[in-house]
């Protein structure tokens, strides 16, 4: 495949429609879909999450990374890594598996993002959070983030699958450097930390906590 064929190839990943099979192609999908959201809040409410945090309340939005209802309200400064992983998993899939339907691969990445909530909700990946990140706090998502977070994803995957793949690119640097500036994390900084923790990112990252964010 020469130069220019492999440009135009790109060019067209992110404009990707199945409107022409109409509304009966995508009618089951949103049924799986829907199935995969309500499995998920079964099984973390048998894990023992929380509906909506450990004080009970409903709220929209907690931008304050150290806060105590971090990861317990709708959205948060991480909502924006999940965006990511939604323009990610359409990129990936769209590479490795282009032929297969888009709404397959929506479907594929949705159940990877759903197992990534129940496994980020485990005592496994809690514990690693807490003592090789700056998230030392962190007690696991309520039920109501970590379903906010699956549909982030959503978003993400609708997003990158509409768009130009440079208008795709922009918005994942966009989110990338605008949550390290403003909250000192963002996906690849916590990648990085909870694979192989560097202990200058943490100091780095933990010189931006308000004054008494830590007993």
């Known amino acids: 495949m020469d130069s220019r064929r492999v440009f135009r190839c790109v060019s067209r990943m992110g ?12 009618r089951w999908v949103a049924l799986a879909v829907a199935a995969i959201f309500a ?14 945090g450990p004080d009970g309340k409903f709220g929209w939005w907690e931008g304050n990374i150290w806060s105590a209802e971090n990861s317990q309200r709708f959205a948060d400064p991480y909502s924006f890594s999940h965006l990511t992983h ?5 990129v990936f899939l769209w590479w490795v598996a282009r032929r297969v339907p888009l709404r397959y691969r929506f479907l594929l990445a949705v159940l990877v993002e759903a197992a990534w909530e129940l496994l980020e909700n485990s005592p496994l990946i809690i514990n690693r ?8 706090g962190y007690t696991g998502d309520s039920v109501l983030n970590s379903q906010s977070d699956i549909l982030m994803m959503c978003l993400g995957f609708w997003f990158a699958s509409r768009m130009p793949v440079r ?6 640097l966009i989110m990338e450097i605008g949550c390290a500036l403003v909250v000192r994390d963002n996906l690849t900084l916590n990648v990085i930390m909870l694979i192989h923790p560097i ?13 008494g964010a830590f007993p």
Do not use: C, D
């Not at 404009?15 to 509304?23: I, L, M």
């Open 15 to 26: 404009s990707e429609t199945e409107s022409a099979r109409g509304w009966k192609n995508w």
């Open 39 to 52: 499995v998920t809040v079964s099984l973390e409410l048998l894990m023992g999450r929380s509906l909506l």
């Open 86 to 90: 939604g323009i990610l998993f359409f």
């Open 129 to 136: 959070y807490r003592h090789v990140t700056i998230a030392l």
């Open 167 to 172: 208008v795709s690119i922009a918005a994942i």
């Open 199 to 211: 202990a200058a990112i943490k100091a780095w990252q933990m010189a931006g906590a308000p004054p």
